[in-house]
């Protein structure tokens, strides 16, 4: 089964993004986080600095591939 931690090293390979090119697609989502703290992510999982990627993590980095790649969601209360 893979981890929140492979899905993220994957997803960054498959879309050939740097750490910086990551920091800021949580940025679109209005999620901080520092480039030390996502290294310790994509460590190998024996290295004593290795750090869990958790479930908001991921989601968060989800939904703002999903902004750059498609754009925001359309104002959805404006009516026809």
Same mark, same amino acid.
């Given at each position: 089964m *893979?981890?929140? +931690?492979? /899905? *993220?090293?994957k997803l960054r %390979?498959?879309? !050939?993004?740097? $750490? =910086? #090119? /990551?920091i800021e697609?949580?940025?679109? %989502? #209005?999620f901080e986080i520092s480039k030390g703290a996502l290294g310790d992510m994509f460590r $190998? =999982? $024996?290295h004593p600095k290795? %750090? =869990? &990627?958790? #479930? !908001?993590i991921l989601? +968060?980095?989800?939904n703002g591939l /999903? /902004?750059?790649l498609r754009g925001? &969601?359309?104002n959805k209360t404006a009516k026809k």
């Open positions: *893979l981890s929140n +931690n492979d /899905i *993220l090293k %390979v498959a879309h !050939q993004l740097r $750490n =910086e #090119d /990551i697609i949580l940025k679109l %989502v #209005d $190998n =999982e $024996n290795y %750090v =869990e &990627a958790g #479930d !908001q989601r +968060n980095f989800l /999903i /902004i750059k925001p &969601a359309p």
